[in-house]
């Protein structure tokens, strides 16, 4: 199953990479933050650890850690526009709970 991007989060990404001029990809990872226990990283990728597990979605490759996949199996990463605010989205159905300001989940 792995974890997938939208059309427009690659698109997003995409962009990106090309306007940054290096990279080959995203990261998602997941660390222990905010009040429900776990919050989500995501930074860009110059290159990949040979423990790395690697998903194409889209034309962009999504790279995970081992240890937060099992946190983020199933997940789509979507980018929205909503009036002056954009940004990534996760749509991960392993979340239980999350915290009131959205920040932190746990599973």
Same mark, same amino acid.
């Given at each position: 199953m792995g974890v997938t991007l939208s059309e427009n989060a690659a698109r997003h990404? *995409?962009? &990106?990479?090309s306007k940054r001029g !290096?990279? =080959?990809g995203i #990261?998602?990872? =997941?660390?222990? *933050?905010?009040?429900s226990g776990m919050a989500y990283k995501?930074? &860009?990728?110059d290159q990949t650890e040979d423990e790395d597990l690697v998903f194409e979605s889209h034309g962009v !490759?999504? =790279?995970?850690? /081992?240890k937060s996949l099992s946190y983020?199996? %199933?997940?789509?990463?979507?980018f929205v526009k @909503? %009036?002056?605010n954009e940004g &990534? #989205? &996760? $749509? $991960? /159905?392993?979340?239980? @709970?999350?915290? %009131?300001? %959205?920040e932190s989940f746990n599973v």
């Open positions: 990404v *995409s962009n &990106f990479l !290096k990279g =080959v #990261r998602l990872g =997941v660390k222990t *933050s905010g009040c995501l930074e &860009f990728v !490759k999504v =790279v995970i850690d /081992p983020l199996e %199933g997940t789509e990463l979507d @909503d %009036g002056l &990534f #989205r &996760f $749509n $991960n /159905p392993n979340v239980k @709970d999350q915290c %009131g300001c %959205g």
